[in-house]
């Protein structure tokens, strides 16, 4: 029994040995494990852990990219300055080519129209005689003999021929004036042609022409001028634009004119009834223009349809005396040729009267 007891301590003995060491195994282990998942766990901090120098490294990037940044943006912004620079340079450079354009164009203009005044000489109302007046009488010309060609009138007679050729001077004149009266108180544009208003034509031209629309609608057939519409009414149709076509015409023959025409531009052929004669005015006892006093008929003078006397009939500079064929008549105002000539060259222009 004594051996028995000894052998089963003996065994629980090794039993006790063999359970403490596998338990120490156990806990050795699951130490080195525990020990191996802490030393990975470290390296990986130790690697995602900046250290000091690269933290200064990673600054001293981002402030040499933001100085880039900023190098560029400047760059780029005095790129804009001086592209915006430019573009104004050259627009300011167009602005004032257009203005020297225009302004030699305007002087251009101005040369030709004051030389197609001295060309022109005096601007009046003088209308020749109707080259019919010795065959029709008071009644008016059927339309057969308004489209008949002023050469075709003239055969009627040699005053009558003498009459035909007085008129198509006078409508060549008509329409030279027509030319350096666009000229001056129209505009040019940026093609260098010249248009002006109907309304600022008429206003300007009322004691120049007789017959405005009368005169266009002339100038229009043989392309002088051109413009919308057929026959123009002041206050309707003052927007119309005048266009200038030709700066000169050359003289016409008697074949050039229709008796229409020459109708059409001198209002005052129209043939009234005897109380409208010429001498109703001269035998009225009208009032004198210049100076407002009774005019008798022995001292009638009649100049822009006003009646004045003789003496009242001067220049308006050098008080010279006139006569009604040779005066130039400006918004009911008269000059000698001499000084109606000085003031367009002194002005410029037609408004030398205000």
Known sequence: EEEEEEEKKKKEETEEVARQKTDLDRKQTRESQETGKRGRSTTVNKQRRPTKKSTTEERQRKMTLALERQEQDMARFKDEARRKMEQEKREQEYKNAVKQQEHRTRETVGQKARAAVEKL????????????????????????????????????????????????????????????????????????????????????????????????????????????????????????LITLLKTEITDSSLETYTYRQFRACSISHKRKGKGFQATSMQTSNAKCHACG??????????????????????????????????????????????????????????????
């Open 121 to 240: 000489g005096t601007h009046t109302l003088n209308i020749p005689d109707d080259p019919l007046d010795d065959q029709v009488g008071d009644d008016e010309p059927n339309e057969k003999v308004m489209e008949r060609r002023l050469s075709v009138v003239a055969q009627r007679s040699t005053k009558s021929k003498e009459r035909a050729e007085a008129a198509t001077k006078w409508l060549d004149k008509q329409i030279r004036t027509l030319i350096a009266q666009i000229q001056v108180h129209g505009k040019v544009d940026t093609e260098g042609v010249t248009h002006a208003e109907f309304g600022v034509l008429f206003r300007e031209t009322e004691n120049v022409f007789e017959a405005l629309s009368g005169l266009l609608i002339t100038a229009r057939k043989h392309k002088v001028v051109s413009f919308e519409g057929d026959m123009l009414f002041q206050g309707r149709d003052n927007q119309v």
């Open 293 to 354: 006093k009774t005019v008798y008929p022995m001292e009638f003078v009649s100049a822009n349809d006003l009646p004045m006397h003789k003496t009242c009939f001067r220049c308006t500079d050098c008080k010279c005396t006139l006569t009604p064929s040779n005066y130039a008549a400006l918004n009911n105002k008269f000059y000698c040729k001499t000084h109606y000539e000085s003031n367009y060259k002194k002005r410029g222009s037609y408004a030398f009267d205000e």
